[in-house]
Each structure stands twice: as C-alpha cells, then as structure tokens.
C-alpha cells in the first residue's frame, strides 16, 4: 500500500505466527504454573484469568514496540512481529471474554461474588470491560489489508492508534 509507510505490516508469515503463539502460550503456561505454585487449584476460573494475564502482557509488549523501536535496532527487528503478536493477544482477549460470558451462563461454577449485583455495583469496570472489548474488535477488523484500503491510511492509522487508549 503506498499511501501507508512501510512499517505497517499486512501479512504474517507463518513462522511469524507460530512464534507469536509459542510467545503466548509460554506466557500462559507460566501464570498456570504460578497459579499452582501458590496453592491455586486448576480451573476454567485460573484459566480465564490466565488467559487474560497473557493477552495483556502480548499487547503490552505490542504497545511499547513502536516507542522502543525508535531507540533500540534490536527491538526494531521485532517490528515485524507486531501484528501477529497483536493478533494473538486480542485473539486471547477474546477467549477471556468468552470464558467470563460462560461463567455468566453457569452461575454455578462463577465463584459466588460475582453476581449481577457485583458488576452493577462496580459498573465503572464494567463499561471500561465492555469499551475495551469494542476497541479489540474495531483493531482485529482493522488489521487486514482489504479493510485498510477501503479505510483510507489516515483514518486506517488513527483507529490503530486508538489502542493507545487501552
């Protein structure tokens, strides 16, 4: 696209992918054993919590890449990484969302505080979940190509750059 610098990358190779992935359940795979080491038991509860540990770690990274690569040749060379990582980690947000929506469906298994009343009473978490979730889903429909273009790349970087507001 050459209305759009060449830092933007569109397309991921698949070794790009199954590193990102490996980086993200590696990621998972230790705050399920932390879980454990502090005397936790295994559960879709640890799960879904570890899902999001992860997701938000892989975005966190995603996020300080840009201002880093401006310092760093090293971390420049990830560049290319970043939309996968990107990927992965709203993907993993969106399992997280999944999960908490299951719990909501089966009370039983939801731990007892966490009730309509709970998220009512603490409806400032709430609505920054739910505006969260709807940026996630505004950056995953944005990262492909074929919507970049009919976006136009002024707009098309304004939306990204809204995940700063995460």
Not at 139 to 146: D, G, N
Request: aromatic fraction near 16%.
């Amino acid at each position: 696209m050459s209305h759009l610098p060449p830092r933007h990358v569109f397309s991921n190779s698949k070794r790009q992918w199954i590193i990102s992935i490996a980086i993200y359940l590696a990621v998972f795979a230790f705050f399920m054993w932390y879980h454990e080491v502090r005397g936790k038991p295994y559960s879709l509860w640890t799960t879904e919590k570890c899902t999001a540990i992860a997701a938000s770690i892989l975005l966190g990274m995603v996020l300080a890449m840009g201002p880093l690569s401006r310092i760093s040749g090293r971390i420049r060379a990830w560049l290319p990484y970043r939309r996968s990582l990107g990927l992965t980690g709203a993907y993993g947000m969106l399992v997280h969302v999944v999960l908490v929506l299951f719990y909501l469906k089966t009370m039983d298994r939801f731990p007892d505080k966490y009730t309509l009343a709970y998220y009512l009473e603490h409806w400032f978490l709430s609505i920054t979940g739910i505006l969260s979730l709807i940026i996630f889903l505004l950056l995953i429909v944005t990262s492909y190509q074929t919507v970049s273009k009919k976006l136009g790349g002024s707009l098309w970087l304004k939306i990204q750059k809204g995940s700063y507001l995460l």
